[in-house]
């Protein structure tokens, strides 16, 4: 309930998980950026979205501390996600199905 | 109760410092808030003169008093000044910077600097609308697209100046959450906070969150007039009703950001002035983030003559019927409220219930407005002024005047002459129904807004809500000359004039420097008024 | 409403422990902000990009894929000497804190530096954001993010000087966390714009 | 006065039932909400300062019940308002095609056997139309009252709408979406025509259908097609300034040009003005006129200049 009455903790991450951390962002970045030059069509782009999506997961957890914030934290940090994806999903439904006269 | 009393000697008040500058960089929230409430309420008193000028232009079909160009300015100034200088920071900013820290057991704000620093971003967003008076724009304060792209008048410096208060607004907001989340009082539960904080709540997370949408907006406006893009812009590919679409992804939800403290101000007057506790308080409580939440998806009932797609329509008029149940709720619960009460017609209690009054009024013609058929006939006529109005100056401004004359002998220590109060309220009140309600016949005929001439046939009709604008002009000066007399000549407030229990009621009038001479411990909730409650003397 | 008697609080300050999660927390709601501000450009790129497909794949071809790289590289790498800088003022190490900030601050003006080739290369051939809505869209979304990554480095810049004049402890760093976070959501953001703009093949 | 416009389409039976379902509700619930306000009031009005009130904080029966009904009821109206949209989005098969285009400040209606009429849109009784919609410049809105119908016009793409004009008589166009200085003149006029009238006007030669204009004297027609034909919405006869100058005292008058000539407005400035505004701009003002060529004919630029002769 109220989340301020335990005392916050300094979660202090090893350097060794940071380094583990950008490998792995390395990793992916340079599939990105393979995964590119190859042809799946309108797959390229749902590939390039989900690899995008996991490193800025990765970023968030481990390079911003999501993992050790409370649930308020989490809160504001994934709703503002979902308004987004509202605003868009809307606003193409409106554009995509307009009746041309 | 009373074991929170402060040695005279101990207690110094926060208004006692002097001087304009321990203004300008004061952090005290309660300074802050009188900032704020000064700096509004000039914006309204001068929106609502110009909205005087445009009645008196149109109390004949034609232009006889200003030119089409000069009322097209006038009534764009109107709206911008109205909704971004005066209802957007508004009761959240006045009321909710003076009460939240006082109302949750706290000494201030979380980031104090912060927030005077969202004041400054104020005045700057206000000198630059003086800039921008320089060559008043003409797009009304909707800035649609093209229009607003291709007009000679000034565009850029208005919507830059909506930009900077919006970033006022948005760390305003941010300031509001954090500290209900971090600075309550010990004992202070969610469940045993005042739904003025509720509603702040809500407001903030509005703010928060439907404001950068706009920001960003405005700011593609302002890319297609300097670097020529063309997102709005169907010469280039673009798409006018994109526009529109991310407009309202924030002035709907903005209609929510100036309405919801006003409920939350009645949710706090009636239990006070009914001494009762306050009906349904986890209902009002969360349909408070019910209407922010669906506020967010209802942006396109706007746009129904807009020439968006029918599904889009549909959806979004669904979703706008969702969003009327919450605020239903609301109005029942305060009905409820006043049972079996013990109800005393204070000048406060009888703006709240004039709020109740009208803004049924505003809700349920927004009915009409969100189904569709009806809509169509409805849309950008004087039926829309007219519900916007009963929304805006029912709700919005009737809870601000109700909040004035409820905390006026708390934040200034001082009372203000309650006959006239009353006299001033029976203007408002009348005056504004005699104004505002004959729109919503015009609209009804088909009277578009933004008419700068009309058709002779509306000559009646728009001649009495002309008169009405006078008796609600008049209404408005006596209840400012009478607040303003009172500060200089009212009687010294005691601490707790109506028994409200409230923690910001126990506290000196006015507060003093930190609010809390000792941080109060919490272990009930506020409405705990009633013969069955053992209530500690 | 019963008050109990806590100690003398005039010229009260807040709790340490609030102020820090306070702070963190602000700073995430600020987030939030930003996200909604890039979120009307990443809409407008979403509606233009399922209307038009031939012209962002044919126009895309213009922007130099290898120097996209190159800046997702730097900023990454930022964020990690960012994200250390933090560890290392938590375990007290001022110096090496500095240090750290001080080649993120180093990585974001190179990252400027690619940016300004980028431009630079554009406005040569005669693209401006007013050449095609694709344009406009990548002028838009760069710019701002540009703008925001000046913002970090300002930000970053008075952080390094405090961290490096001992502001800073194993005790309280708030401030190095809080810019760190910002830093972050700037490398964040450029994560999408890099595949969204560089790389749709 | 009536409450409402003259129902003069198939659309604005429908649209006044779910317009007067709505009102009822809402009566319903304003009259029971403040009849309850009004009475607490007044019964449980404060008479001693002393009062006991009961400690009541709420009753989940009531809640559900003012949640459920309200919601039942709105969706019901959903339901109804979307049903009557949907009438009003689907054209029939039949509707004959009318183009419309908004410019600032003025309507243009293009028929499908290529007929062009300024302001004043001619329909016949009882034939589904259907409006193809474009505007030239900024977003207009087409809006007939009578008709209970309303739709954007935007500039880049078409809109559409679609009524069945059930009366015969005049009703009125309104832009209702703002679209500058000339917003409030930006009007036009349905007239809808029996059948039998509307076949003559259909093969008749005078634009504007009436043999009545025909038979004015030159000075009088011209002041009749200069508020008709939206002169009036750029053009003063007081010699105020609006969009374009004034035609108050227009008539041999002498000044300079955008680009620096000079001219003299003689009848062949006038008429020139009329057919190729773009040509001949006055200093100090905007090209913004459009022409109208094959709007206006010979014989009623003629009249207008006789009128314009006539504001000395």
Known sequence: MSEHSHSEEHHVTGYKTYFIVWVLLMILTATTVYVSYLDFGTFNIVIAMIVASIKASVVALFFMHLKFEDTFTWLFAIFPLVLLFLLIGLTMIDTFTRVVP | ?537 | ?201 | MTWIPEAASNLASKVDGLLLVITFISIFFFVLISAVLIYFAVKYRRRSDDEETPYITGNQTLEIIWTVIPSILLILLFVYGFVVYKDMRTPPKDAVDITVTGKQWLWTFEYYNGKKTLNELYVRQNRPVRMVMRADDVIHSFFVPAFRVKQDLMPGRYTQLWFTPTKIGTFDIFCAEYCGTGHSKMLGKVIVLSPEAYDIWEKGVAVDGGEAVASLPPAELGEKLYKGKSCNACHSVDGSVVIGPSFKGLYEREGELEDGASYTADENYIMQSILEPQEQIVKGFQPVMPSFKGILSDAEITAIIAYIKTLK
Request: neutral net charge.
């Open chain 3, 1 to 201: 409403m019963e008050q109990g008697n806590t100690e003398h609080s005039h010229g009260l300050h807040m709790d340490p422990a609030v102020e820090y999660s306070s702070s963190k927390f602000g700073m995430w709601l600020f987030l939030g902000t930003e996200i909604m501000l890039f979120g009307g450009l990443f809409a407008a790129y979403a509606i233009f990009r399922a209307k038009y497909p031939e012209m962002f794949l044919e126009q895309h071809q213009e922007l130099n894929r290898e120097m996209g790289a190159i800046n997702t590289c730097i900023l990454i790498f930022s964020s990690l000497t960012m994200a250390i800088a933090v560890s290392a003022i938590q375990k007290g190490k001022k110096n090496l804190s500095a240090i750290l900030i001080l080649i993120t601050i180093i990585c974001g003006l190179g990252f400027g530096v690619v940016k300004y080739f980028e431009y630079a290369a554009k406005f040569a051939h005669h693209i401006y954001p007013d050449t095609s809505i694709f344009f406009s869209l990548y002028f838009m979304m760069t710019g701002l993010h540009m703008l925001h990554v000046f913002i970090g480095l300002v930000v970053l810049f008075v952080i390094m000087v405090l961290t490096w004049k001992g502001k800073f402890n194993e005790t309280y760093s708030t401030p190095v966390e809080v810019g760190g976070l910002y830093w972050h959501l700037v490398d964040l953001i450029w994560i999408y714009l890099f595949p969204l703009l560089y790389l749709i093949g």
């Open chain 2, 1 to 537: 109760m009373a074991n929170n009393a402060v040695a005279a000697n101990v207690y110094v008040s926060f208004l006692e410092k002097k001087g304009i500058l321990s203004w300008l960089y004061t952090t005290d929230h309660k300074r802050i808030g009188i900032l704020y409430l000064a700096s509004i309420s000039f914006f309204f008193l001068i929106a609502g003169m110009i909205a005087l000028l445009m009645r008196f232009e149109l109390l004949t079909p034609a232009s006889d008093f200003v030119s089409p160009h000069t009322y097209n300015v006038l009534f764009t100034l109107h709206g911008s000044i109205m909704v971004f200088f005066f209802v957007v920071p508004g009761l959240a900013a006045s009321f909710g910077n003076f009460l939240i820290p006082l109302m949750i057991g706290a000494p201030d704000v979380a980031f104090p600097k912060l927030n005077i620093g969202s004041y400054w971003l104020y005045l700057l967003g206000t000198l630059i609308l003086l800039f921008a008076l320089l060559q008043p724009a003409d797009t009304g304060w909707t800035f649609y697209t093209p229009y607003s792209a291709n007009t000679d008048t000034d565009v850029i410096l208005l919507t830059f100046g909506v930009f900077v208060l919006g970033f006022s607004s948005i760390l305003t907001g941010l300031n509001f959450i954090v500290t209900i989340h971090k600075m309550r009082a010990p004992g202070m539960t969610w469940h045993r906070l005042p739904l003025f904080i509720w509603a702040s709540y809500a407001t903030a997370v509005l703010q928060l969150l439907a404001t950068p949408v706009v920001g960003i907006t405005l700011l593609l406006l302002i890319a297609e007039r300097t670097l020529g893009i063309g997102f709005f812009d169907p010469a280039k590919g673009g798409d006018p009703v994109l526009f529109q679409n991310f407009f309202w992804f924030y002035s709907h939800p903005a209609v929510y950001i100036m309405i919801i403290p006003a409920m939350g101000v009645i949710s706090e007057i009636i239990p006070v002035f009914s001494r009762k506790p306050i009906f349904g308080y986890k209902a009002i409580a969360y349909s408070s983030l019910g209407i922010a939440f669906i506020s967010f998806l209802v942006w396109a009932h706007h746009m129904f003559t807009s020439g968006i797609s029918e599904v889009a329509a549909t959806i979004f008029s669904f979703l706008t019927f969702l969003v009327a149940i919450p605020t239903a709720i609301k109005v029942f619960n305060w009905t409820a409220t006043l049972y079996k009460g013990s109800i005393e017609l204070h000048s406060a209690m009888l703006y709240a219930l004039g709020f109740i009054f009208l803004f049924t009024i505003g809700g349920l013609t927004g009915v009409f407005l969100g189904a569709l058929a009806a809509d169509i006939h409805l849309h950008d006529t004087y039926f829309i002024v007219a519900h916007m109005h009963y929304v805006m100056i029912g709700g919005t401004v009737m809870g601000f005047f109700g909040a004035i004359h409820f905390w006026y002998p708390k934040w200034f220590g001082k009372m203000f002459n309650e006959a006239v109060a009353k006299l001033a309220w029976f203007l408002v009140f009348v005056g504004f129904n005699v104004t505002f309600f004959p729109q919503f016949f015009l609209g009804v005929q088909g009277m578009p807004r933004r008419y700068a001439t009309y058709p002779e046939e509306f000559q009646s009709l728009m001649s009495l809500s002309t008169y009405g604008s006078w008796i609600l002009g008049l209404g408005v000066l006596i209840m400012t000359v009478n607040l303003i007399k009172g500060l200089f000549s009212g009687e010294k407030a005691p601490q707790n004039p109506y028994g409200s229990l409230s923690l910001e009621w126990q506290v000196p009038s006015p507060p003093p420097l930190e609010n809390f001479v000792e941080i109060p411990h919490v272990t009930d909730w506020p409405y705990g008024y009633g013969k069955k409650k053992e209530v500690d003397a």
